[in-house]
């Protein structure tokens, strides 16, 4: 699983090379191909070849010209138009036909959250356990902050929760969860390696992984691309 490639093909390559050297079954992204990164086209062609299932995030959606960027910070708001104006006729029919929820899985997708799709970060215990209460699955799955985390919730206790540094494996079989596989494209969890999540629907585990990308193909994408200096800068520290 993975979330959040934002146009950043160097790091979406070295993660599906990771998946595919893991074995995986099938590959599910949860959103925001697009975004900060240049090469918005290539993700998006890579994704439709690649991916069982995508959704749609509010990146993709603001590059369609269906959402606004004005809530975005500013460099996130120029990238955004950047991409708009630039998403080829294919990407824009592929993003075009996504949703930022599915619920035909064994785990509930979301792009944000169960409570709102688009927008919402699950980013702490409390707004995990209102998103629980909110999902009719027991395991749900959400992108969206960049960040690696898990939360959980069993026998009546409080959910707890903290981020899911590489490595990091989890035990589904029982309780309520919602995990995050974090950013592929731009993570923000301190850790500039590449996230995703290995999810094992037999015997209900979850593995977080990281991986190494070559930061500097990225980043000097972003630049020759004209893009705000600071999306590039912010990939050599996870931030």
Known sequence: MVSDV????????????????????????????????AQPDECVALAAERCALCLVGNHDLVALDRLSAADFSPAAAVAARWTRERLGAEASEFLGKLEPARLDRPVALYHASPRDPVWEYVLSPLLANACMDAMDARVGAVGHSHVALSFQRRGGRPTTGDHAPDGTEADLSSGDWIVNPGAVGQPRDGDPRAGWLLLDLQRWTAGWRRVEYPIDRAATAIRAASLPTALADRLYYGQ
Request: with cysteine; hydrophobic share 55%.
């Open 6 to 37: 934002h146009g950043n093909l160097p790091a979406f390559e070295a993660v599906l090379a990771a998946i595919d050297a893991a074995g995986a079954d099938e590959i599910w992204c949860l959103g925001d191909l697009v975004g900060y990164g």
